[in-house]
């Protein structure tokens, strides 16, 4: 299991351990959430992971609520409402371990062609050097297909695999992540994505 250490507390939500069969292990995580409130508009999270396993580590997990647009919303459309985004120590996309982390644009959508999901928006990641503020912009798309599902307590919790086949999810341009588990807290309100990855440390 691995240790996260994180200085910003806004919303604690932790999932307990659940263990199912393809080495799909959902850690007791504490993943912190901030409200982002417009989705246009970044609001950032501070979170650092430390591991000695010669990976780079990756949490990410989002909240949703239903999307602005009422018809896009009666179609299963959401948008994220907190979000919280956690990487190992002098991780590719934040060396420094100094990084503030937000999305922009998001939209998690049922795919209507396999029956899975579409997660895709902006991930902004803000330093402060010198005074001044600086962000860089990762876009996101990825598909997940849903593998089981199980009720735990009354929810339903689904297991998802990325569906390009390799398991990978991407930040654009050029950082790549294997998913190591994806877990959707089924809610028509208010569902939840949890993603755990991992690539070799450069």
Do not use: W
């Amino acid at each position: 299991m691995i240790r996260l250490k994180l200085k910003l507390v806004i919303i604690s939500i932790s999932l307990i351990s659940i263990i199912v069969p393809n080495f799909r292990t959902i850690y007791g995580l504490g993943v912190l959430l901030e409200d982002t409130g417009d989705d246009n508009n970044s609001a950032s999270t501070n979170g650092q992971n430390s591991s000695d396993s010669g990976l780079e580590q990756m949490v990410l997990k989002a909240e949703f609520k239903p999307d602005e647009n009422q018809f896009l919303a009666e179609d299963g459309y959401y948008q994220v409402q907190n979000f919280g985004f956690i990487v190992s120590n002098g991780s590719e996309i934040c060396p420094l371990n100094n990084c503030k982390y937000g999305v922009e644009n998001t939209q998690f959508r049922p795919n209507s062609v396999s029956g899975g999901y579409v997660f895709e928006g902006r991930l902004t990641v803000t330093t402060i050097e010198d005074g001044i503020e600086k962000s860089e912009f990762y876009y996101f798309n990825v598909g997940f297909d849903k593998t089981s599902e199980e009720e735990r307590n009354g929810t339903a919790i689904q297991f998802l695999e990325a569906s390009n086949g390799v398991g990978i999810f991407s930040f654009i341009p050029g950082i790549d992540y294997s998913i190591i588990n994806a877990t959707l807290l089924v809610d028509k309100k208010n569902p939840s994505l949890t993603i755990h990855g991992e690539r070799p440390h450069h």
